[in-house]
């Protein structure tokens, strides 16, 4: 089968090529799945790259990618065989994953492959796996949002786009979202955002507390850097709030003002997928299934490329510069 792959940390061009390799056998509990279509997010590009100040070294053959949908086409032990044949959405959440789905198939725990109902396309099913399920963790893992002010930081990107719009079906009484330019702004507005902020105005803490209804009105924060915006989120948040945090790549440990989240009495998780309790991600999945099904959910495809275009795709991704998804096409399934 045809796959992309690198065996050493690098620059996409200097290290991605497109290789024959087996086609792999499910194993216990698991589903193979014919992929469609494959789907970067920012975590395949941190683990491609060469982290600052090491030196390349030979790495095992790794194909990326950890979202994707497409067909089970074999069952391993343990998984019902009236699966094969089902399209699907799935999820490859292990850390050490070398074998991911920009490839003709790749192989998925059988809880991590979700059916994918006959209306949504391949290419939205793409779009869904860790950025929506992120979201949903955010937003639903802790304390109720119905009624409630949510703060959805960088609300076009791909998690935020998703958090926005399952706030709204949450419940929540207001979804405030921030991002850096107007045509971001659009994005989040068409989500469902009632307000949207420039996250680089001078006057963000003042223009967040008017769309919130006034000072420490924000009850739920979905945080998507949160060592940038540590401060004005301590500053914003309600007494007995939520700050749910999935990055903090301007600075990986930030200086904590632990005062003033505990006179607030805040919770504040930093949340990972790899990481969410099994029931947690069961139940995201079913619910975003069930909203595919009324087919509720927007989703934001920045560009389809193909397998032999996977260099490109990696540097879109990496440029910062796009908004939504990007898909790397491997099979037309439908």
């Known amino acids: 089968m045809r796959a992309a792959v690198y065996d050493s940390k690098g620059a996409a061009r200097d290290v991605l090529r497109i290789v024959d390799r087996p086609v792999p056998e499910p194993g216990p509990n698991e589903v193979r799945v014919r992929i469609a279509v494959s789907g970067l997010n920012p975590t395949d590009i941190k683990a491609r790259k060469l982290p600052p100040g090491q030196t390349a070294t030979r790495i095992p053959l790794t194909t990326p990618h950890r979202d994707g949908a497409g067909i089970i086409d074999k069952v391993g032990p343990g998984v019902a065989a009236d699966r094969i044949g089902e399209r699907v959405w799935a999820s490859l959440l292990d850390r050490s994953m070398t074998f991911g789905t920009a490839a003709d198939f790749a192989l998925a725990p059988a809880h991590l492959a979700w059916r994918l109902p006959d209306g949504t396309s391949f290419a939205e099913g793409a779009c869904i796996p860790i950025p929506a399920l992120t979201a949903y963790c955010a937003l639903f893992r802790d304390e109720p949002i119905k009624g409630k002010t949510v703060l959805v930081h960088g609300g076009a990107g791909a998690v935020g786009f998703y958090a926005v719009q399952l706030a709204r ?17 659009a994005k989040a507005r068409s989500a469902g955002a009632g307000a949207v902020i420039d996250y680089k105005s001078p006057d963000v803490l003042r223009l967040i507390e008017d769309a919130a209804g006034g000072p420490n009105a924000v009850h739920h924060i979905v945080e998507v850097n949160f060592g940038a915006n540590v401060a004005l989120d301590a500053a914003l948040i309600a007494k007995n709030g939520t700050l749910a945090a999935y990055g903090s790549d301007a600075e990986a440990n930030p200086r904590i003002p632990f005062s003033a989240f ?4 805040v919770l504040i998780r930093a949340a990972i997928l790899y990481e969410t309790p099994r029931d947690l991600i069961a139940r995201a999945a079913t619910d975003i299934t069930s909203l595919l099904e009324k087919k509720v959910l927007q989703h934001q495809i920045a560009a389809q490329l193909s397998l032999d ?10 440029s910062g510069q796009t908004i939504g998804k990007i898909l790397v096409d491997i099979a037309k399934l439908d």
């Open 169 to 185: 079906w949450g419940g929540a009484s207001k979804v405030i979202a921030t991002v850096s330019r107007e045509e971001q702004a």
């Open 262 to 265: 505990m006179q607030k009495d």
């Open 309 to 318: 275009e996977i260099v490109d795709a990696h540097e879109k991704q990496e």
